[in-house]
């Protein structure tokens, strides 16, 4: 119990940590991605709010914050949260290191915030999910939203970029890339969530079961 704690809690400080820094990059106007002229402070925040590294890191930051006040915390909303965040932080991690790390070429603290969202705050949330649960979660509202809620990112991203002509990641820019290219890569990284999440739940049934859930907010285990 104790070290699901500690992991817990260093997950999130390390969540937190990238998050703010990203954050403080964004306001003082540092690069995000390819960006060499960013727009105003306004913009440059719904912007940042926009990435899907983001969301799923702050997903990642809001549940590891609660599993180290309990490592056995339960709940239908708490099943979808920590479902969500390491289903999101892991294809963030995946997505990054095979399509955008060889684009970037960032330096001093944006490379840092960029390896924090992208590598290490990903690597120690699936390594706490393996190895601490806590688990059984998994259960099908959980899997439900946890695929529905980056579909629904894809098409708003992309009805954004039709309006506005700004995509947060080069390969669904349909304007460069073209319909036929970018569909593809949808398809394929839609089918990369369903793999993780398939993945997921597998393990979480087949690992050791990481104890009684607490008696908070507490529901069936299927």
């Not at 799923?56 to 549940?63: D, G, I, Q, T, Y």
């Not at 479902?83 to 963030?92: D, E, H, N, R, S």
């Not at 259960?139 to 970029?161: E, K, M, N, Q």
Request: glycine share 10%; with cysteine.
């Amino acid at each position: 119990m104790r070290g699901a704690r500690g992991w817990h809690t260093l997950t999130a400080a390390i969540a937190i940590a990238a998050l703010v820094l990203q954050l403080v990059l964004v306001v003082q106007g540092g690069r995000v991605l390819d960006e060499t002229q960013p727009p105003g402070l306004g913009l440059r925040l719904a912007r940042f709010v926009a990435y899907f590294t983001i969301q799923s890191n702050l997903l990642v930051a809001v549940a590891a914050a609660m599993l180290a006040r309990d490592p056995l915390r339960d709940g239908a909303g708490f099943r979808v949260l920590r479902l969500a965040a390491t289903v999101g932080i892991t294809v963030t991690g995946l997505v990054h290191f095979f399509l955008l790390r060889p684009l970037l070429e960032l330096h001093g603290a944006d490379w840092l915030a960029d390896k924090m969202l992208h590598m290490v705050v990903p690597l120690v949330a699936v390594v706490g999910w393996l190895a601490f649960g806590p688990r059984p979660r998994v259960d099908g509202r959980a899997v439900g939203v946890a695929f529905g809620w980056p579909i629904a990112w894809l098409a708003v991203t992309l009805a954004v970029a039709g309006l506005t002509r700004w995509v947060p990641y080069p390969f669904l820019d349909f304007r460069e890339e073209g319909w036929g290219s970018v569909a593809v890569v949808c398809v394929g990284i839609t089918a990369l969530f369903g793999a993780v999440i398939l993945g997921l739940r597998y393990a979480d049934r087949r690992l050791t079961p990481s104890g009684t859930p607490s008696t908070t907010g507490a529901v069936p285990e299927r």
